[in-house]
């Protein structure tokens, strides 16, 4: 995630939204989609013991 995010800061984008899958939901990962801003949206199951899934619903 941190070198994607290193890549796109040369394109001078206006606003940014960020899609990930499942496979990148680490919690390093959401961390360092935090810092930059912007609007994010992480794959999650539906069946995850993670407390933000019922609160996502």
């Known amino acids: ?23 990148f939901a680490s919690e390093k990962n959401f961390r360092e989609l935090q810092k930059a801003g912007g609007h994010t949206i992480l794959g999650e199951r539906l069946r995850s ?7 996502a619903l």
């Open 1 to 23: 995630m941190e070198e994607v995010k290193r890549d796109l800061v040369g394109w001078k984008l206006g606003r940014v939204v960020t899609v990930a899958d499942r496979s």
């Open 49 to 55: 013991e993670k407390g933000q899934v019922p609160e």
